[in-house]
């Protein structure tokens, strides 16, 4: 028998491909690279537009169904994340890789404990009661393969009797192939900053949501936002399911603050990922006490002018996330981040694909981060502001310790925690997908 030279020689995936204007076309272009990359393993691959489901057309659905019973595929991949997958749904609301044609799909997950109860629940509130279980339902069918990077939301879920921890197989965010590809390549210094931030605040988000509107949420979100600015590496999750618990039952049943009631998972994901990455993030950025560069923003554009005014943050541009952001992370002397508040004990690919690229970059402290890469996480992860400063000063201030830690980590990332990585372990060596 003759061993193919490709590891995913023959493998025909089904892949899903977002919208090219969703979340500023950022995730249209990883899923883009990440398909290539799988091309470059050897797969055969099937991209289904996901546009055509979210605009209900039956003719697109029925079309996509055709096509993919014709490929003959193996297996579905959603990507970039979980998310493109659970939206391939008929007008009467079966997946059409669940339901109808039964495929082997994996979901990668995202901010799973947020991102599953927007996309099965719907923000309308039109169902309130029954919401665990359509989520167990819409979760925790066989044919669904989960990999999530956070153990935190793996627990909750276990927790709220939604999905079996046991069910959920781990990972480590993997750097995108685009960022692992300039890592190898010579330095260009056409982007570059001695001190930057790449990312979005939501401010106006914050300002506007309905939450603001009821004094008991707002409260509550204020209080969870306070708490978040105390100690910056607790879980806005965490921080606000127990500022719920604290308010009286007839408060909380009131309001419908019960995970199996609609306006809990709108209430909650908005506070969690809007108001707490806002926070969270305003609160280390205005902490810096030295200058940096803001690049992105793109969520909210029109902001640039009241971040400058307001809290002395400038905003370059917008970086495109494949031609300019891997630029961006090699040229800097230094990246600081926030993970999204939407992790719990997880890291976002922003990390990975820095240090992929070349670059290096301090963030709050991820548990899961830490077990992954041991002691040398400690090298990039920051507990408080003192010590963020205090990163970032011993970094800027020594360029031979920083190029030494950034090449130690780089080497790392591009071992183990590289898209190709996860896909020789996930679609190879594990072979989930198969049984």
């Known amino acids: 028998m003759v061993t193919p030279t490709l590891p995913l020689s023959g493998l025909r995936v089904v892949t899903t491909l977002p919208p090219a204007t969703w979340f500023g076309g950022v995730d249209y272009a990883f899923a883009m690279d990440m398909a290539a990359e799988l091309r470059s393993l050897g797969a055969d691959l099937l991209p289904i537009d996901v546009a055509g489901f979210v605009d209900r057309n039956p003719g697109h659905v029925r079309d996509a169904i055709q096509a993919i019973q014709s490929f003959h595929p193996d297996l579905v991949m959603s990507l970039p994340n979980a998310g493109y997958a659970l939206v391939c749904n008929t007008a009467e609301g079966e997946n059409i890789f669940r339901d109808i044609l039964e495929l082997p799909t994996i979901l990668i997950w995202d901010h799973g404990l947020h991102q599953f109860s927007r996309l099965i629940l719907g923000s309308d509130g039109t169902s309130p009661r029954g919401c665990l279980e359509r989520l167990r339902v819409g979760l925790g069918n066989p044919h669904f393969i989960h990999y999530s990077p956070d153990r935190g939301h793996t627990a909750a879920l276990d927790r709220l009797g939604i999905l079996s921890a046991a069910k959920v197989r781990q990972f480590v965010h993997f750097a995108f192939p685009v960022y692992a590809r300039c890592g190898g390549q010579p330095f260009d210094g056409a982007i570059g900053s001695r001190l930057a931030f790449a990312g979005n605040l939501y401010v106006e988000g914050s300002r506007n949501l309905p939450s603001r509107n009821h ?119 230094l990246i600081v981040d926030v993970i999204n508040a939407g992790y719990i004990s997880g890291i976002s690919p922003k990390v990975p694909s820095c240090l992929a690229s070349g670059g290096l970059i301090v963030f709050d402290y991820k548990q899961d981060f830490r077990e992954a890469l041991g002691e040398a996480a400690d090298l990039v992860m920051f507990r408080n502001l003192d010590e963020m400063r205090s990163l970032i000063d011993g970094y800027l201030g020594n360029p031979r310790k920083r190029r030494a830690v950034a090449l130690e980590l780089q080497q790392r990332v591009l071992r183990e925690f590289t898209f190709d990585a996860f896909c020789r372990r996930v679609l190879v060596e594990e072979s989930a997908w198969h049984c």
């Open 215 to 333: 004094p008991v949420l707002a409260g509550i979100e204020a209080r969870m936002a306070a708490r978040k600015r105390a100690e910056i590496t607790c879980s806005c999750w965490d921080l606000l399911m127990d500022e719920i618990q604290r308010c009286e039952e007839s408060i909380r049943d009131g309001l419908d603050l019960d995970p199996d009631r609609a306006p809990f998972w709108s209430f909650v994901n908005d506070a969690v990922q809007v108001v707490g990455t806002t926070e969270s993030r305003l609160t280390v950025l205005t902490g810096l006490r030295r200058e940096f560069d803001f690049f992105g923003n793109f969520m909210e554009p029109a902001m640039a002018g009241p971040l400058f005014e307001q809290y002395g943050i400038r905003v370059r541009r917008n970086l495109d996330c494949i031609s300019e952001l891997p630029l961006l992370y090699q040229n800097s002397e």
